[in-house]
T-cell receptor, first 116, second 111 residues
Framework: DSGVTQTPKHLITATGQRVTLRCSPRSGDLSVYWYQQSLDQGLQFLIQ???????AKGNILERFSAQQFPDLHSELNLSSLELGDSALYFC???????????????FGEGSWLTVV | GQQVMQIPQYQHVQEGEDFTTYCNSS?????IQWYKQRPGGHPVFLIQ?????EVKKQKRLTFQFGEAKKNSSLHITATQTTDVGTYFCAGPGAAGNKLTFGGGTRVLVKP
């Protein structure tokens, strides 16, 4: 158990709908990262938040948005869903805003999203 | 932008044999990290290498960071069925924030 909690674990929704994925980081971690993993694919970086502020952005679609709240939990909002958005969405956390000097990131178990 | 590539994409190994997977970055890295994702699981941190030419061992796994800090390798000896999974390398961005992952090497072990 990494200490990173993601909900829901599984979600099935229809095209055009909107969903929210939730992530609670490890206790004491200030950074939250979101990654997308399509079937048998690598991990695509979406976005990073540090202590409530956006720190880095990857190839995140305009239909997707995220935020980190004062209690440090984060939500990833996916709207106007398409079939191609079906994937495993991982949240990860780390103590600081950088991944150097021995720091690493810890992944949650992921949220499986299926768009039908 | 930064790109991290891994080869091979798939590795079929006979149980007991050795194999190596390779990782290359388009940019010089401050560190390289390796993760393992078991089938149906989430990526789990294995190790971080920081110094040029650094070599670290974890039991049957040997990790190496290239002299130019742009490439890395993972060598597994005497492969076991417990080694099944996808091995990812990853490097931080220039600002040290986001972690860019390679495409992974999916390891399948034949008993």
């Amino acid at each position: 158990d990494s200490g990173v909690t993601q909900t829901p674990k599984h979600l099935i929704t229809a095209t055009g709908q909107r969903v929210t994925l939730r992530c609670s980081p490890r206790s004491g971690d200030l950074s939250v990262y979101w990654y997308q993993q399509s079937l048998d694919q690598g991990l695509q970086f979406l976005i990073q938040y540090y202590n409530g502020e956006e720190r880095a952005k990857g190839n995140i679609l305009e239909r997707f948005s995220a935020q980190q709240f004062p209690d440090l939990h984060s939500e990833l909002n996916l709207s106007s869903l398409e079939l191609g958005d079906s994937a495993l969405y991982f949240c990860a956390s780390s103590p600081s805003g950088t991944i150097v000097g021995g720091n690493t990131i810890y992944f949650g178990e992921g949220s499986w999203l299926t768009v039908v | 932008g930064q790109q991290v590539m891994q080869i091979p994409q798939y590795q079929h190994v006979q149980e007991g044999e050795d194999f190596t997977t390779y990782c290359n970055s388009s940019t010089t890295l401050s560190n390289i990290q390796w993760y393992k994702q078991r089938p149906g699981g989430h990526p789990v941190f294995l190790i971080q290498l920081v110094k040029s030419g650094e070599v670290k061992k974890q039991k049957r796994l040997t990790f190496q960071f290239g002299e130019a800090k742009k490439n890395s390798s993972l060598h597994i000896t005497a492969t076991q069925t417990t080694d099944v999974g996808t091995y990812f390398c990853a490097g931080p961005g220039a600002a040290g924030n986001k972690l860019t992952f390679g495409g992974g090497t999916r390891v399948l072990v034949k008993p």
